[in-house]
Each structure stands twice: as structure tokens, then as C-alpha cells.
């Protein structure tokens, strides 16, 4: 059974850093990509960076340069680095896994989700 746990988020002010985690169970890394979402309220969920199979990483123009996706293969876990955070990412923060390659990745591309992890920037 494949689960995934978020961890690390919390309340900031602007300009400070966090880094998010995710544990993977029941799911070898390196067969999956894994992918980082979004969700503010009152919007829709938005994908925000991902780590495909082979390595490859993918950002939301949103997060470039500031946002840093990784994953460490022994732990099963996966980092999203988040640097210079602005207010408009105060969101929940979603960990998700997909078995497909893609160029960029949306909701329905992925198999297994987390529950959430609440990310709030205050200015």
C-alpha cells in the first residue's frame, strides 16, 4: 500500500525558508515521478514543482529560482526547499506520486496523493 506524509510546514513572514517533506511507503523513488502541488484558498490545486524517474526536475514559473525540488532515494523521501517566500504561497502543500513521464504534471496524472501540509507567509 502506498502512502505518502507530508511534514514541515508552518507559519513565516515574508522572505524566510522552508523545507517540506515527504515519506514515501510502498513505492520505490526511482519508478515514480514525484511532484509537489499547491492549493490556496478559494482556488484550485496548482502543481508546483516535480522530480521525474530519471532525475529531471520541473518548475511552476511562480516558484522558479526560488522553490528547489530533490529527493533522497535511501529515505524515501522527497524535499521541496522553499526560499524567499512570498505571501501568495500560503497554500496547503501537496506531496503526490505519478507512474507516467510528462513535461509538466496535473491532478489527474497522479496516482497517489498526501494529505497536506499548511504553509503560511505572512508580509
Known amino acids: 500500500q502506498v502512502r505518502l506524509v507530508e511534514s514541515g510546514g508552518g507559519s513565516v513572514q515574508a522572505g524566510a525558508s522552508l523545507r517540506l517533506s515527504c515519506a514515501a511507503s510502498?513505492?520505490?523513488?526511482?519508478?515514480?515521478?514525484m511532484a509537489w502541488f499547491r492549493q490556496a484558498p478559494g482556488k484550485e490545486r496548482e502543481f508546483v514543482a516535480t522530480?521525474?524517474?530519471?532525475?529531471?526536475?520541473v518548475y511552476a514559473d511562480s516558484v522558479k529560482g526560488r522553490f528547489t525540488i530533490s529527493r533522497d532515494s535511501a529515505s524515501k523521501t522527497v524535499y521541496l526547499q522553499m526560499d524567499s517566500l512570498k505571501p501568495e504561497d500560503t497554500a496547503l502543500y501537496y506531496c503526490?506520486?505519478?507512474?507516467?513521464?510528462?513535461?509538466?504534471?496535473?491532478?489527474?496524472?497522479?496516482?497517489?496523493w498526501g494529505q497536506g501540509t499548511q504553509v503560511t507567509v505572512s508580509s
Open positions: 510502498g513505492l520505490t523513488l526511482s519508478t515514480y515521478a
Open positions: 522530480i521525474r524517474s530519471g532525475g529531471s526536475t
Open positions: 503526490a506520486a505519478s507512474r507516467y513521464y510528462s513535461s509538466i504534471y496535473y491532478e489527474p496524472d497522479m496516482a497517489y
